[in-house]
């Protein structure tokens, strides 16, 4: 047996009471009453883990703090967990009849990355001469969640016998016995991880919040406008943060093998990225070639309409020029012919006048 298969564990996703009672999540049959009465509660829907409403704000935001010294205050809980980001809300969890504090609280911070923060450092701190616990929100983000009221939770102590594992203090250990597949799909319990084991000494990622294009939207581009430079930038530090991650979650061999994958992967994303960025360019040069071509289609019909409208134009002209020519040179022969036809009356007159005098002498 290898020291590395005795090391290795694996965290539950989700929550199975008859899991959670086994040492590495292969029992099938509850082994004490409190298994078996959270997996009544868990068969009959009797919890709902949403119907708390002292249990409000942001999941995602919010860290499980356990293992409290019974006399610490909110205000001391408050500066020991500040340390690692701006806290928003705090609840100590009270006794609902004495309000002596039962031992944990729930700490919600303003961003997800300071939750994380406090995830990761905050573990087993020191206040009030106690060592803490610190926890996703299990509650609210753990499929099937039972709490330890009902029979189920995780961690725990040896002298109280109610051992539940698959969480952070009391991960699975990795099965040294052959996996009851067809049971365990019969009982819908998840089977172990086989070949993608975690170290006892790496973190468990807590979950994350599934991102859509609508709150990316809303968060890089409330004013309508989107910084490319910050967008990429806060991008390639998720990508590089959920890749530690990743590897964190995975041993030497599969982690090579899969960042092998994903350096194939990222190779055919970038070729059919750049097949599709030159199609696209290809595409746009036709378009600008089509408008170009539409363009001085419309410049020269334009244009012979234009030059058609000039030549009708000095038609009209001409003919109105010449219309106007021919009726004034007919006007002045028309006048010319009465000046002639006056003159001749006049001479005319004057013959007869002349005519008449001759004879009367």
């Not at 999540?25 to 004490?32: R, Y």
């Not at 410049?299 to 409208?309: D, T, V, Y």
């Not at 134009?313 to 002639?340: A, F, G, I, M």
Request: glycine content about 8%.
């Amino acid at each position: 047996m290898s020291a590395s298969r005795v090391n290795a564990v694996f965290y539950a996703e989700s929550y199975h009471p008859i899991q959670a009672g086994s040492i590495d999540g292969t029992d099938t049959l509850p082994h004490d009453n409190g298994v078996y009465r959270a997996f009544l509660c868990s068969s009959a829907g009797l919890y709902d883990p949403f119907g708390d409403p002292k249990a409000t704000g942001d999941p995602y935001c919010t860290v499980f703090v356990g293992r409290l010294n019974h006399l610490t205050t909110e205000d001391t809980l408050h500066k020991s967990m500040s340390k690692y980001g701006r806290i928003k809300s705090l609840r100590l969890v009270r006794h609902i009849v004495t309000g002596a504090a039962r031992g944990y609280a729930f700490v919600e911070y303003e961003t997800e990355r300071e939750m994380r923060r406090a995830y990761k450092d905050a573990h087993h701190s020191i206040i009030d001469d106690c060592e803490i616990i610190v926890d996703y929100n299990r509650q609210q983000l753990m499929p099937g969640w039972i709490p330890r009221r009902l029979g189920g939770g995780l961690g725990g102590k040896k002298e109280s016998g109610q051992l539940r594992f698959g969480g952070r203090e009391r991960p699975f250990r990795a099965p040294l016995r052959p996996i009851p597949l067809d049971d365990l799909k019969r009982l819908g319990i998840p089977p172990p991880p086989e070949g993608k084991y975690m170290s006892r000494f790496q973190v468990p990622p807590p979950p994350r919040r599934k991102r859509s294009s609508m709150d990316r939207e809303d968060r890089y581009n409330k004013d309508g406008y989107v910084d490319g430079e910050e967008f990429s930038h806060k991008r390639s530090s998720l990508d590089r943060e959920d890749r530690h991650h990743e590897r964190s979650s995975m041993e030497g061999d599969d982690w090579e093998e899969h960042s092998h994958k994903r350096s194939s992967k990222d190779k055919r994303s970038s070729i059919d990225r750049e097949e599709r960025f030159h199609k696209r360019s290809s595409g746009d040069r036709e378009e600008q070639r089509s408008h170009r071509r539409s363009s001085g289609d419309r410049e020269e019909q334009w244009s012979n309409k234009r030059s058609s409208i000039h030549g009708e134009e000095q038609q009209r002209s001409h003919s109105r020029s010449s219309t106007y020519w021919k009726e004034h040179s007919h006007r002045n022969y028309t006048d010319r012919e009465r000046e002639r036809e006056r003159e001749r009356e006049s001479h005319k007159r004057h013959r007869h006048s002349t005519d008449s005098h001759g004879h009367g002498h």
